[in-house]
């Protein structure tokens, strides 16, 4: 299971998941387009109406690995509460949309929505390549709506050396604090990464 870093790193990973208003994924993916910083996105594939328009932009991150996609599964299945075979069938739906939308496989990087797992869900994930269960230490607290002062405190609490930051493309309110993050990250010498980079994977063609 990953929830950081190694310690002693300076690297942060932005992990941005789900993806249900296309504000907010149009804000990101311009976040990482300006600032350069690297971004892995861990999208739900029931949201390809905002991120299927925006493949081509993506793809060309993507290709020199600014960009990292994860798998979140397609429905944004809770794995605790759903049987083997609908767990696999999920994962599996979310990687052939990932892998004919951006050209790459998610592999091995799986987070379970709510971070719900246990010994079977990891075993199946496993046996379908996923063998990095990917939670988090930190979080932006955006899965839904939330005040932009509290979003920022969490953010200056959260943005912290070895951090593997959990963020949503769901809520606008985070659009206005993203220069904000991006600040925090450079004044604490903090060095943006991917969770290949953070962790020594690589992509693989889909
Ligand atoms: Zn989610």
Same mark, same amino acid.
């Given at each position: 299971?990953?929830?950081?870093?190694?310690?002693?790193?300076?690297?942060?990973?932005?992990?941005?998941?789900?993806?249900?208003?296309?504000?907010?994924?149009?804000?990101?993916?311009?976040?990482?387009?300006?600032?350069?910083?690297?971004? /892995?996105?861990?999208?739900?594939? @029931?949201?390809?109406?905002?991120?299927?328009?925006?493949?081509?932009?993506?793809?060309?991150?993507?290709? /020199?690995?600014?960009?990292?996609?994860?798998?979140?599964?397609?429905?944004?299945?809770?794995?605790?509460?759903?049987?083997?075979?609908?767990?696999?069938?999920? @994962?599996?739906?979310?990687?052939?949309?990932?892998?004919?939308?951006?050209?790459? /496989?998610?592999?091995?990087?799986?987070?379970?929505?709510?971070?719900?797992?246990?010994?079977?869900?990891?075993?199946?994930?496993?046996?379908?390549?996923?063998?990095? @269960?990917?939670?988090?230490?930190?979080?932006?607290?955006?899965?839904?709506?939330? #005040?932009?002062?509290?979003?920022?405190?969490?953010?200056?609490?959260?943005?912290?050396?070895?951090? @593997?930051?959990?963020?949503?493309?769901?809520?606008?309110?985070?659009?206005?604090?993203?220069?904000?993050?991006?600040?925090?990250?450079?004044?604490?010498?903090?060095?943006?990464?991917?969770? #290949?980079?953070?962790?020594? /994977?690589?992509?693989?063609?889909?």
């Amino acid at each position: 299971m990953l929830y950081a870093a190694a310690e002693g790193s300076r690297q942060i990973a932005l992990t941005i998941d789900d993806g249900y208003s296309d504000d907010c994924v149009e804000g990101y993916l311009r976040f990482a387009e300006q600032s350069g910083i690297p971004v /892995t996105f861990l999208p739900n594939g @029931i949201y390809a109406d905002t991120w299927d328009p925006r493949a081509e932009r993506l793809r060309s991150l993507i290709e /020199t690995g600014q960009v990292q996609i994860g798998n979140h599964t397609m429905s944004h299945l809770n794995l605790l509460e759903s049987d083997n075979a609908t767990i696999r069938a999920d @994962i599996e739906a979310n990687e052939q949309w990932i892998q004919r939308v951006f050209g790459v /496989t998610a592999r091995p990087y799986l987070r379970p929505p709510y971070g719900a797992r246990d010994d079977r869900t990891d075993r199946i994930a496993a046996d379908l390549g996923y063998t990095r @269960i990917t939670m988090w230490n930190g979080t932006l607290g955006d899965s839904g709506a939330i #005040d932009p002062a509290v979003l920022m405190d969490l953010a200056r609490t959260h943005v912290q050396p070895g951090a @593997i930051v959990l963020g949503h493309a769901n809520s606008p309110t985070v659009l206005g604090l993203l220069d904000g993050v991006r600040d925090l990250i450079i004044e604490r010498d903090l060095q943006p990464v991917t969770l #290949d980079t953070m962790f020594g /994977t690589s992509r693989a063609q889909g």
